[in-house]
C-alpha cells in the first residue's frame, strides 16, 4: 500500500497551524492529528508486512519454478522409458510371433533374417547344438558341440550364472571367431567397436542343460551394455529356446513316423500325407503324373538262403539305389516288405517307362555288387499306372499293381 502523507513532517506542520483555530477546536485537532498517526503507524506495519510476505512469495515461487523444472525433468525420464518400454513390448511381441510362427528347422535361417529385422540388430546368430540339431558343414560354427558351447559360455566375462547372458563390447571377448565365425570383421566390419549380447538357450525341461546361444550384435558400444535392462530379452530366449526345442521333437516324431525304420526312405504314412498334394497339382496344371509299383522278385529267396539280415541289407541296399535314381521332386516310399513306390509328376508313361528300366540296371548292379555267391536270381518287377483326375492314391497303387503282376509274369525263371 502507498501512503501520500510525509509521515516525518505531516503532523509537526498541522500542529503549527493549531494556533490559527478557534478556541476550543485546538483538542479536536491534536486528537485528530492522533488518529491520523495511529493510522500511518498502522499503514506503514501493514506496508511491512506486506514486503515481508512478498518476499515469501517470491521465495516460494522460486521453490516452485524449480520444482516444476525438476518436475518436468522427471515427466521427460518417465516419457523416455515408457516410450523405450513400448519399443521394447512391440520389438518383443514382433520377435514372439516369429518365433511362435516356426514350423520347421529349414524355416530358421528366414526367421533369423526377419528376427534380426524386427529386433533392429545388424548382426544376429543362432547357435545349436550338434548333438541335438545335427552338423551343417557349410556352416560349422553354428553347430558346437555342446561341451566347446559350454565352455565357451563359462569364459564369457561379467556373467553372475550359468544361465546368465553377456552384455559388453565385442572387443571384451575372449574368442569372438566361436560366437561370429572365423571371420567376424570381414563380414561385419562396422562391429569392430560395438557391443554384443550372448544369451544361453536352456533346455525347457532340463533347466542345467544348454540347447544353443542366440547371439545379438550392434555397432552402438553402449547397446547391449551391462547396465542395461535385459527383461524382454530374456523372456523371449527362454520361450525362442521351447520353440526350437518343440520344433525339433516334432520333427524327430513326423520322421519316426512317416521313414522306414530299415531303409530310411519315407513310408506309406508319408505317402498317404504326401501324395495326394501331388495328384491334386497334376490335376490343377494338367500335367502328367504315373506311379510305378516296384516289387523285388525272388526275395523270399534271398531270406530263406541268407537269412533276414542279409535280406534287410539287400532291401536297403535296393531303397539307396532307387532313392539315387529319381529326381529332387519325386516321392519314393516303402509300402512294407519288398514293395516300393515311385510318384513321379511331369512325368508320362514313355518317360516313366526309362525310368523304370534304369531303376531295373541300377538294381541289378547294385545287389551284384553285395558280393552274396548263391544269390537267387533276385530282379524287379515294376508296374505302371498314369493318373486321371478324380483317382486317389489308393486307387493308383491298386492300377500299378496290378500292372506290376503282369510284369512279373514275364520274368524268366532262373
Known sequence: MTCHFDDSGFTARVRKLARFLPDGKQPELCRLVEDVEQALDALARERADLADQNRLYAAEAVRLRDRVRRLCQQRDRLQGIFRANIQAFTTFRSALTLSRGLRSLAELPEVMVRLGHAMEVPALACLLCREDFGS??????????RAALGAALDNLPHRDAPQSLYMGTLTALPEPAFFFGPEPWTAWPHLAGGSCCISPLADKYRPNRILGALVLADPDPSRYAPDKGTDFLEH??????????????????????ESDELTGIPNRAY???HGP??????????APLTMLFC??????????????AVGDAVLATVARTMAD??????????????????????????????MAERIRAAVTEAVAGLGLCGLPGLSVAIGLARYEPGQTIDSLIRQADASMYADKRNIPDT
Open 277 to 286: 498334394p501331388l495328384l491334386a497339382m497334376a490335376a490343377r496344371k494338367g
Open 136 to 145: 551343417d558343414g557349410a556352416l560349422a560354427h553354428l553347430r558346437p558341440a
Open 325 to 354: 535314381q529319381i529326381r529332387a521332386y519325386d516321392l519314393l516310399a516303402r509300402l512294407g516288405g519288398d514293395e516300393f513306390v515311385l510318384l513321379l509328376p511331369d512325368t508320362d508313361p514313355d518317360q516313366a517307362v526309362a
Open 236 to 257: 523371449f530366449c527362454e520361450i525362442f529356446a521351447g520353440d526350437l526345442q518343440h520344433v525339433r521333437i516334432h520333427e524327430v516324431l513326423t520322421r519316426q513316423r
Open 295 to 308: 516289387d523285388l522278385d525272388r526275395f523270399k529267396a534271398v531270406n530263406d538262403t541268407f537269412g533276414h
Open 271 to 273: 505317402l498317404t500325407r
